[in-house]
């Protein structure tokens, strides 16, 4: 089972920043919060990641909350090409990468 | 850099056939990783290995076979098709460093079809 819940879809307004929400409520103190993203019918793509502090690049930004009970995933300004389906994961860093866990994510429609 | 690269990206099999379905990467990465892709759902991993001679089963091994003889390349066997395995097929790698592994690198997958 996903460790993370999503909102299945958004909607953002192109040029708009867009604000995705993620709960991981059962995260342990040695998980990462990880955001991949799927444009379609490509391979996933990875975003951004972090333990607890905020962390910014020049993808995007992630907000996590002091409990690390939730994070938000922020595009500061999105476009089009920015439409695809998110997916917040929660997993290990070290070691294998595969045990982490893709949900269904949220489907983001950037509007024109 | 190529990236990860998987070949073919499309095939249609009948039921009972066999096929490999090939990956691989130009990055050096010792982990590589096989998932599949159901309409609407999200990914679930099937095989994976930490290196080259090394392979361990994932979530949804059964019907399936892999090897990884180099380091480069980690194709994904299926021996009898059977129309449950009708998916998109992702190969991914990534490596492993002295504070933890890098994010994984997908290819962009092989749509298979089995009638």
């Known amino acids: 089972d996903a460790k993370t819940t999503q909102p299945p879809s958004m909607d953002c307004a192109e040029g708009r920043a867009a604000n995705l929400p993620c709960n991981h409520s059962t995260i342990s103190g040695n998980e990462y919060v990880y955001w991949y993203r799927q444009i379609h019918s490509q391979g996933p793509q990875y975003i951004i990641h972090g333990l607890k502090n905020n962390e910014t690049n020049e993808m995007a930004s992630l907000i996590i909350t002091e409990d690390r009970k939730s994070s938000t995933l922020i595009l500061p300004h999105a476009t089009l090409r920015d439409t695809a389906v998110y997916y917040c994961i929660v997993g290990l860093r070290g070691g294998s990468q595969g045990n982490l866990i893709f949900g269904k994510g949220t489907k983001l429609s950037v509007k024109p | 850099n190529a990236g990860v690269t998987q070949t073919p990206k499309f095939r249609i099999l009948k039921i009972g056939q066999s096929m490999t379905l090939q990956c691989t990467q130009d990055?050096?990465?010792?982990?590589m990783y096989w998932y599949r892709q159901d309409p609407g759902m999200g990914l679930k991993l099937i095989y994976y290995?930490?290196?080259?001679?090394?392979?361990d089963k994932g979530e949804v091994p059964n019907g399936y076979n892999v090897s990884r003889s180099t380091t480069e390349d980690f194709p994904l066997r299926l021996e009898l098709a059977a129309p449950s395995q009708t998916s998109v097929y992702f190969c991914?790698?990534?490596?492993?460093?002295?504070?933890?592994?890098?994010?994984?690198?997908f290819g962009n997958g092989t749509r298979l079809t089995v009638t």
């Open positions: 990055m050096n990465h010792n982990y």
């Open positions: 991914a790698s990534s490596y492993l460093t002295g504070t933890g592994s890098s994010p994984l690198h």
């Open positions: 290995s930490v290196g080259a001679g090394i392979t």
